[in-house]
């Protein structure tokens, strides 16, 4: 496996387990309000990375910018060439669901997609993008435990930001999907693919049908609750 071109860490400088937010200055936030010791391992394309302590556990945490080609590079490096066994997505999502609202933290079991990345894998079929079940069941138990409330099931990935379908949001509430992102399958797909493990933990941004909204400011510095659920999941994933 060649060096990588986008990530100028050096084997050993990554944890076995890594938090991912799209935003990188997210990734900045995270290590300098909840791990000790944080030492920056990459500055690549400013797509920073940092890796410290979480009650004595090393952890990393990266950015992984927008969209599946995005995450699809960063992760598949982080398994393949780093040596990293578990990727946790911490990001921001449109609820679609009543019952979301902003704010509201959202762990996806799986992710409909209108994605043709795993067409490379040439699949005899359609390829079902799901969660790693250890560490949805470690983040449903600490949300649990920190009294955050988690509603778990299906996420939408989106290739575009902007649809011009004015019924695709009706499609995705009549189907249950409960919010709408851009990378969640990317990651699934590429975990499934090596063997390794992700999950994807999500925050409410804003909602497509009720109008609320965050601020940018909000999305990158406010998460905390889905921070402190993916650090406490992160943490238990490194027992075993």
């Not at 050096?10 to 938090?19: H, S, T």
């Not at 410290?52 to 060439?81: A, D, F, R």
Request: net charge negative.
């Amino acid at each position: 496996m060649t060096p990588s071109a986008c990530n100028e860490a050096k084997k050993g400088d990554i944890a076995k387990v890594v938090l991912m937010p799209g935003d990188p200055l997210r990734a900045k936030f995270v290590a300098e309000h909840y791990l000790e010791n944080p030492v920056c391992f990459n500055t690549v394309r400013n797509m920073l990375g940092y890796t410290g302590t979480y009650k004595g556990k090393t952890i990393s945490v990266m950015g992984h910018g927008m969209g599946v080609p995005s995450i699809g590079l960063y992760t598949y490096e982080l398994y393949q060439m780093f040596d990293v066994n578990s990727i946790i997505r911490i990001g921001s999502a449109g609820g679609v669901g009543d019952n979301v609202h902003v704010r509201d933290v959202v762990i996806a079991m799986g992710a409909s997609t209108n994605s043709h990345f795993a067409d490379q894998y040439q699949f005899p079929g359609q390829l079902c993008a799901t969660a790693n079940y250890d560490l949805l069941k470690d983040a449903v138990a600490s949300a649990e435990k920190l009294g955050v409330r988690a509603d778990v099931g299906q996420v939408f990935t989106a290739d575009q930001f902007y649809n011009d379908n004015a019924e695709a949001g009706q499609m995705y509430k009549k189907f249950g999907i409960l919010a709408l992102e851009m990378e969640t399958a990317g990651l699934y797909w590429t975990a499934q693919r090596l063997g390794k493990k992700a999950l994807s933990i999500l925050t409410i941004s804003d909602h497509i049908f009720t109008g609320e909204s965050l601020s940018a400011e909000d999305r990158q510095d406010s998460f905390h609750e889905m921070m402190e659920v993916a650090l406490e999941t992160a943490w238990k994933s490194l027992e075993k």
